[in-house]
């Protein structure tokens, strides 16, 4: 190289670290999960902060609970019929929180469905402090617990478009998810520690003190009325929403594709039976298989700075159900536990991602004073439908086998998909950003 040019090559040297540094720096965030909703909105990082703690919460006692029916009664019936206990309500009460959202305050209805959800927690800690024994009064915690539930979620599920940015919506729905994720993880493994070192009262405690904190974030909220002052709530204004969705092929597309994917691939039904006759394992086996998804769900949320800049969300989400179905059918053709673990992990990866972009698309495609009876409707679906999809799953495998309930179902599912895709292309098409 010239002489001449040496200052330069000098300069540029020394400048190097710093200048291949800033490129590398910005690729790490756009790999990572997107953390500008946190930084950028208080609100939202109190809400965050709160809903994670007592998820956790909510978690140790959705494991504390069956724990605590099977001692009573040794039954695996009584425990299924927590099922029900927790299904019911969700499937009956969810409308009815949805048009409520739209005709009150939503900041003060969730502030007080929370205080009152902390109270239900209260009771789990007294019943099994006293030592009732009382199987009647699991089961009505459990359902007044659901009915809460029911109509919190829908009203929460408002808040973001009045905190954020169209354009961050992406990034809260996937720092929702890790939040979701991580305390399906650590709630069970938490409840676990908890009744074997200080019983069940111990358990419960823990999660009603866990409340405080949902509590402290939506306490800091401004109020947040639905615009044009609200309607009123009952069957006129939850048939209005229906009425709404029925002219929104997207919005109808986005519930389509859910229940596409929760009916026909729902799997969890299956993995005892196949812990045992596909894998030959037992109850760790179980453990593992019901992990592996949660595990795909954590680490895609952890990576999931890309989702911000995909502007085809419609087809994203076609595409991550039919990830989901192809593996669900790819565990049922398996007989090696890692590969199924692998591809559960993957399935729960693509729900994360399906589930950041139906959120997004939902908030961005409904009005303000509709939002929440579309929120209601949303709830429902993914709630309650699962619940139907593990039925599915087990009626088809007590007549064909576990092993081929989840090629059957998973295979189903992809079809499905590309039906959809067909049938809605406005929804594969959707523009997140489309050009003016």
Request: charged share 10%.
């Amino acid at each position: 190289m010239p002489l001449l040019a040496s200052p330069v090559v000098t300069e540029a040297a020394e400048a190097s670290p710093e200048t291949e540094a800033a490129p590398a720096q910005r690729a790490r965030r756009r790999l990572l999960a997107d953390l500008r909703p946190l930084r950028e909105s208080p609100h939202y990082r109190r809400l965050w902060i709160g809903q994670s703690l007592s998820g956790i919460g909510s978690q140790i006692t959705a494991v504390a609970v069956p724990v605590q029916v099977y001692s009573l009664t040794h039954s695996s019936l009584a425990v299924g019929m927590i099922g029900l206990a927790l299904a019911v309500p969700l499937l009956v009460l969810g409308l009815v929180g949805g048009a409520l959202a739209d005709a009150v305050d939503r900041r003060r209805l969730v502030l007080v469905t929370s205080v009152l959800l902390g109270a239900v927690s209260v009771g789990f800690a007294v019943q099994a402090l006293l030592d009732l024994r009382q199987l009647w009064l699991l089961y009505a915690l459990t359902a007044v617990q659901s009915s809460l539930v029911a109509i919190n979620a829908p009203a929460r599920q408002t808040f973001m478009p009045r905190l954020l940015r169209p354009e961050l919506f992406p990034a809260a729905s996937a720092l929702g998810q890790l939040s979701f994720q991580i305390s399906t993880i650590v709630g069970p493994l938490l409840a676990g520690v908890l009744i074997a070192a200080w019983g069940l009262e111990a358990a419960y405690t823990v999660d009603a003190a866990t409340f405080v904190f949902a509590i402290y974030g939506v306490l800091r909220l401004p109020p947040m009325r639905a615009e044009g002052g609200g309607a009123k709530p009952g069957l006129r204004s939850i048939g209005e929403g229906l009425r709404f969705l029925r002219h929104q092929p997207v919005l109808a597309a986005i519930l389509l594709v859910d229940i596409n994917a929760t009916v026909l691939a729902m799997p969890h039904a299956l993995f005892p039976a196949l812990a045992e006759t596909q894998f030959g394992g037992g109850s760790q086996t179980v453990g593992l298989l019901y992990a592996a998804p949660a595990i795909g769900g954590v680490l895609a949320a952890l990576f999931s700075g890309p989702l911000s800049h995909i502007r085809r969300q419609g087809a994203a989400v076609l595409l991550a159900v039919a990830v989901w179905g192809a593996t669900i059918a790819g565990v049922g053709l398996t007989h090696t536990l890692w590969l199924a673990v692998a591809l559960l992990a993957v399935a729960g990866a693509a729900d994360m991602v399906s589930v950041v972009f139906r959120m997004t698309m939902m908030q961005l495609s409904t009005p303000d004073a509709l939002l929440g009876r579309i929120n209601g409707v949303n709830f429902v679906v993914g709630a309650g439908v699962p619940h139907l999809g593990n039925v599915r799953a087990g009626v088809v495998a007590a007549g064909i086998g576990p092993a081929l309930s989840a090629v059957t179902g998973g295979l189903a599912c992809v079809a499905g998909v590309v039906l959809l895709a067909f049938l809605v292309p406005r929804f594969a098409r959707y523009d997140a950003h489309p050009r003016r």
